[in-house]
């Protein structure tokens, strides 16, 4: 059983910062691209992605960059996101997820296995 579990989200004020984590189970974790993506109020209808990993290989979305930090531990099977310098905009349901895909991407199709999501709530 494939299982990812994002834990760390909250509410803070803008310019806070917060550190989500995603557990993940059930599959060989070093073998897979992993990945953040975002669903905004009112857009339940769009997955926006953030950043995405693999052993070699780092990117992010033009509107998190600078901002947002991706890494993960292979020993402790854990995906991370260091969000900083947080603003009303970054209000979402934040989601990890996993691929089998040989290179990285951002683009979600490529993402089998998904997490429950974890609310982040900013306020102004």
């Known amino acids: 059983q494939v299982h990812l579990a994002e834990s760390g989200g909250g509410s803070v004020h803008a310019g806070g910062s917060l550190k989500l984590s995603c557990v993940v189970s059930?599959?060989?974790?070093?073998?897979?691209?992993l990945g953040w993506f975002r669903q905004v109020p009112g857009m339940e209808r769009e997955l926006g992605a953030i950043?995405?990993?693999?052993?070699?290989?780092?990117t992010y979305a033009d509107s998190v960059k600078g901002r947002f930090t991706i890494s993960k531990d292979n020993g402790r099977n854990t995906l991370f996101l260091q969000m900083n310098d947080l603003t009303p905009g970054d209000t979402a349901v934040y989601y990890c997820?996993?691929?089998?895909?040989?290179?990285?991407?951002?683009?979600?199709?490529?993402?089998?296995?998904w997490g429950q999501g974890t609310q982040v709530t900013v306020a102004s």
């Open positions: 997820a996993a691929s089998t895909s040989v290179w990285l991407s951002l683009a979600e199709f490529q993402y089998e296995y």
């Open positions: 059930g599959l060989p974790f070093a073998d897979y691209c």
């Open positions: 950043a995405g990993i693999d052993d070699d290989s780092i």
